[in-house]
């Protein structure tokens, strides 16, 4: 089977501030990633991520989920449309505070990971951190996962973890655990690409 040789287009998902996407867009643009930004999307017109793609020159799409109300499968028409246009292959989400319908995960299945701040299965949803330090834990970290219909539960790809020190506070774990998001997303997002060429050929 002939190598395919055009890197996998990839869209990269945010909400806020988009220090993931920045590793995951150096990544792509050293080769470590065998993939192209081709896509920039945010739910908010305000992300600041959105501000530093557009200083690389990435194609940005900021959809506002407020327009839609309750539906959210208009939302995410619109979402794929513009997906669409840029003829994207492939997601990663990094930071995107909404969550997505049976109606999308279903059509992006195998082709769409997240990052998590804990070490999954524990704490899916929000204030992982604060939850690690009340329930006590020795360790907390960061996943990487296929995403499904279930928020935060489809499988893991890879996870790296960090130590909960005494006087931790949810803001000083989040900075311990977003140092190693940022050398955990390009190495599982990676592995996770691989798969999905390795499932296309
Ligand atoms: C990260 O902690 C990520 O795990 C969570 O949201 C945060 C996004 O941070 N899902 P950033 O926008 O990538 O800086």
């Given at each position: ?9 990839l869209a990269i998902f945010i909400s806020g501030r988009g220090s993931n996407m920045k590793t995951l867009v150096e990544a792509c ?8 930004p081709?896509l920039v999307l945010s739910n908010s017109y305000s992300a600041a991520g959105l501000e530093w793609a557009t200083e690389q020159?990435l194609p940005i799409a900021a ?28 997601i990663a989400l990094a930071g995107f505070m ?16 997240n990052i ?62 977003l140092?190693?998001e940022h050398?955990?997303y390009p ?15």
């Open positions: 089977m002939p190598e395919r040789e055009e890197p996998v287009r643009l050293s080769g470590e990633i065998p993939a192209k081709v020159g959809i506002d989920h407020r327009a839609y109300g309750d539906d959210r499968e208009a939302f995410e028409k619109d979402i794929q449309d513009t997906l669409d246009l840029h003829n994207v292959e492939f909404r969550v997505l319908t049976s109606w999308f995960t279903e059509k992006w299945q195998g082709r769409m990971v998590h701040p804990s070490l999954l299965p524990k704490y899916p949803g929000l204030h992982t951190h604060k939850r690690a330090i009340k329930a006590g834990d020795a360790e907390a970290g960061c996943s990487v996962h296929w995403v499904t219909e279930g928020v935060d539960e489809g499988a893991v790809i890879d996870q790296e973890k960090v130590p909960v020190l005494k006087d931790d506070t949810p803001e000083s774990l989040a900075d311990r655990v140092e190693r050398l955990l190495r599982a997002l990676g592995k996770a690409i691989e798969d999905f060429l390795a499932r296309e050929g």
